[in-house]
T-cell receptor, first 113, second 114 residues
Framework: KNQVEQSPQSLIILEGKNCTLQ??????????LRWYKQDTGRGPVSLTI?????NTKSNGRYTATLDADTKQSSLHITASQLSDSASYICVVSAASSGDKLTFGTGTRLAVRP | KAGVTQTPRYLIKTRGQQVTLSCSPI?????VSWYQQTPGQGLQFLFE???????NKGNFPGRFSGRQFSNSRSEMNVSTLELGDSALYLC?????????????FGPGTRLTVT
């Protein structure tokens, strides 16, 4: 069964600090992995998308890494800001007919001043 | 370019009733997907429509149905509501609906079943 697990479930950090969120998946065959940011009361917004051949991809202060061998991804946030407070969702796509998406349950990040 | 819009934003229904939610995609987008989001389960895929045809379906009971119109607007219907249907319902649109296409999500409809 395809699964995506994220850790930690929640995280509190001080403004200006860095943090790393983890995503482990068992989706097979792998197609791509996306990280989304979801602010409270809003729909998710895509941060990065990574395919099998990509190890690292950045979007401003957000850097995603992918290890397709161990089926792990991480999202690193540098110099956190209050606006980074949100849920971060890892989504993995299977390379099969229907292009099925498997969603993680997310990491809720709170950045405190 | 206007984003994805969903109506209504909030809805309160009682058990046994039915509900219809609406989603207007970004202009030019032909794929619309629907998701249910609950605190315990996260985002779960309901179905995807492309050019008025249901192309993919998640593991939800037949009480959940949808349709897409020729202008790509989509509606989702839930019949015989249960307490467990209380959730945030999100729709997302994309140009062709493949996983490589970025999906643009609407703000969601918060459904409460009492």
């Amino acid at each position: 069964k395809n699964q995506v697990e994220q850790s930690p479930q929640s995280l509190i950090i001080l403004e200006g600090k860095n943090c790393t969120l983890q995503c482990n998946y068992t989706v097979s065959p792998f197609s791509n992995l996306r990280w989304y940011k979801q602010d409270t009361g809003r729909g998710p917004v895509s941060l990065t998308i990574m395919t099998f051949s990509e190890n690292t991809k950045s979007n401003g202060r957000y850097t995603a890494t992918l290890d397709a061998d161990t089926k792990q991804s991480s999202l690193h946030i540098t110099a956190s800001q209050l606006s980074d407070s949100a849920s971060y969702i890892c989504v993995v796509s299977a390379a099969s007919s229907g292009d099925k998406l498997t969603f993680g349950t997310g990491t809720r990040l709170a950045v405190r001043p | 370019k206007a984003g994805v819009t969903q109506t209504p934003r909030y809805l309160i229904k009682t058990r046994g009733q039915q509900v219809t939610l609406s989603c207007s995609p970004i202009s030019g987008h032909r794929s619309v997907s629907w998701y249910q989001q609950t605190p315990g389960q996260g985002l779960q895929f309901l179905f995807e429509y492309f050019s008025e045809t249901q192309r993919n379906k998640g593991n939800f009971p037949g009480r959940f149905s949808g349709r897409q119109f020729s202008n790509s607007r989509s509606e989702m219907n839930v019949s015989t509501l249960e307490l467990g249907d209380s959730a945030l319902y999100l729709c997302a649109s994309s140009t062709s609906g493949t996983s490589f296409d970025e999906q643009y999500f609407g703000p969601g409809t918060r459904l409460t079943v009492t």
